[in-house]
């Protein structure tokens, strides 16, 4: 199975530069669609599915090597080497933002800046770290999950797309949900809601803007700002949204805080 076929890979666009996009729990490249075609006369773009999402081959998903998101890094950086000849921007959503951030740690000669849009490094509060939910929320959350992964789709996907206003993106979010294979779904929901990053932060070398709506059920302004302390030399923009999806319900405050960012660092 070769690399492109594995993860669904799209390149288009046309520069001198690769941005990558990499997406969320539950969803695939589509989601960058009001966004990624906005660079496409700068930059060449690449889209992926993370193996198990999408039309990722699910043939290829092993429980073993994706218990961790280290996993998944090794597919980006693998992606990377075929289809970027320089270092690539990277913009990831919510665990791909994680997955990004362990990718640049690994080899961050590949990386010339990483655009984290509603990350978290652990959603558990842990003493004076507030990452949303305690650990029994987070427990039942997968325990639902395990139980009634349709019913836990339809609920959860208004509450973490927010977008109060456009209904039709909460629809899309769950619809996007339950097309996921469920047990690969599990797992990686698992991966994803217990994973702890926060002792990775201070090893980034990448410029990293991380990018947080203002109103984020999964990904509460306090924990944008913890990071922004721990990465060092990183920025923090804060859109005006409600949802963890600003790409989809505010693609173009999202993509200005980008542009600036880039402006910014020369890219």
Not at 180 to 186: G, L, N, Q, S
């Amino acid at each position: 199975m070769n690399i492109a076929t594995r993860n669904n890979v799209r390149v288009g666009g046309d520069g001198p530069v690769t941005m990558i996009f990499s997406h969320g729990f539950g969803c695939d490249q589509s989601m960058w669609r009001y966004v990624a075609p906005t660079f496409e006369g700068r930059y060449r773009t690449v889209l992926f599915d993370l193996v198990g999402s999408g039309k990722s081959d699910l043939a290829s998903y092993d429980y073993k090597k994706y218990g961790s998101l280290h996993g998944y890094a090794t597919d980006v950086l693998e992606i990377l080497d075929e289809v970027a000849p320089g270092p690539a921007i990277f913009i990831g959503h919510s665990v791909s933002a994680m997955i990004g951030m362990l990718a640049a740690i690994a080899a961050p000669e590949r990386f010339a800046a990483n655009v984290m849009i509603g990350p978290s490094p652990s959603f558990i509060n842990d003493g004076d770290y507030v990452g949303g939910f305690c650990r029994a929320d987070i427990d039942d959350l997968l325990e639902t999950l395990e139980n009634n992964f349709l019913g836990w789709s339809s609920t959860m996907a208004p509450a973490i797309m927010g977008a109060p206003e456009q209904p039709h993106l909460s629809e899309e979010l769950t619809n996007s949900f339950c097309r996921t294979d469920p047990d690969i779904a599990k797992h990686f929901a698992r991966v994803t809601f217990l994973a702890d990053h926060r002792a990775d932060m201070p090893r980034v070398s990448t410029p990293t803007l991380i990018l947080q709506s203002d109103d984020d059920l999964l990904a509460p302004v306090c924990v944008g700002e913890y990071m922004h302390r721990l990465i060092p030399g990183s920025s923090l923009a804060v859109v005006n949204n409600i949802g963890h999806c600003p790409h989809l319900s505010a693609p173009g405050a999202s993509v200005d805080a980008i542009e600036s960012y880039l402006r910014k660092t020369g890219l």
